[in-house]
């Protein structure tokens, strides 16, 4: 254990080191030495929050799809809304990002998506006007997202977002 000449760093020192010998200390040991009640109840506290921004969202789930579109498009068929949220729920993107999409280019639109994305074309992009109207249109409009990509690259627009 180190000694220092100066009674302050010495202190310091001590206070510090109190707790970390058996390696790190939880959150739980630092409370208890700090006098605090962080309310864990006996649980570890876990190791990163639910709004860590450098956490990346889940993909979501068949499930949660299905319950989605069975909202969004009551008059469907079950059936065929079960086949689409398996389709939907295979791009493997987050629950928000699927809402956005089926909102912009509807139920059935999973493998175009999937194509936009091959070629940058991003959601933010989608009100992009191109030769008139906006890349939204001439998706649900039939046309490929190779097409879009090509559109707004001859007119120099970059769709990636």
Same mark, same amino acid.
């Given at each position: 254990?180190? /000694?220092?000449?100066? @009674?302050?760093?010495?202190?310091?020192?001590?206070?510090?080191?109190?707790?970390?010998?058996?390696?790190?200390?939880?959150? &739980?040991?630092?409370? &208890?030495?700090?006098?605090?009640?962080?309310?864990?109840?006996?649980?570890?506290?876990?190791?990163?929050?639910?709004?860590? @921004? *450098?956490?990346?969202?889940?993909?979501?789930?068949?499930?949660?799809?299905?319950?989605?579109?069975?909202?969004?498009?009551?008059?469907?068929?079950?059936?065929?809304?079960?086949?689409?949220?398996?389709?939907?729920?295979?791009?493997?993107?987050?629950?928000?990002?699927?809402?956005?999409?089926?909102?912009?280019?509807?139920? *059935?639109?999973?493998?175009?998506?999937?194509?936009?994305?091959?070629?940058?074309?991003?959601?933010?992009?989608?009100?992009?006007?191109?030769?008139?109207?906006?890349?939204?249109?001439?998706?649900?409009?039939?046309?490929?997202?190779? &097409?879009?990509?090509? /559109?707004?690259?001859?007119?120099?627009?970059?769709?990636?977002?």
């Amino acid at each position: 254990m180190p /000694r220092f000449d100066d @009674p302050a760093l010495q202190a310091i020192y001590d206070y510090l080191a109190t707790g970390y010998r058996s390696g790190r200390p939880d959150a &739980a040991a630092i409370a &208890a030495r700090e006098g605090l009640k962080l309310g864990l109840g006996g649980r570890r506290a876990a190791r990163r929050s639910k709004a860590d @921004p *450098t956490r990346r969202p889940r993909p979501a789930t068949r499930q949660t799809v299905l319950v989605f579109l069975k909202d969004y498009a009551p008059t469907m068929r079950t059936e065929f809304l079960q086949v689409q949220a398996a389709r939907w729920a295979g791009l493997m993107l987050p629950q928000k990002e699927i809402e956005h999409w089926i909102r912009a280019l509807g139920v *059935t639109a999973a493998s175009q998506v999937a194509d936009c994305r091959r070629y940058g074309i991003g959601l933010a992009s989608l009100g992009t006007v191109l030769d008139g109207h906006p890349a939204r249109r001439w998706l649900r409009g039939g046309e490929c997202a190779a &097409a879009v990509h090509a /559109r707004a690259a001859a007119a120099g627009i970059d769709l990636s977002s």
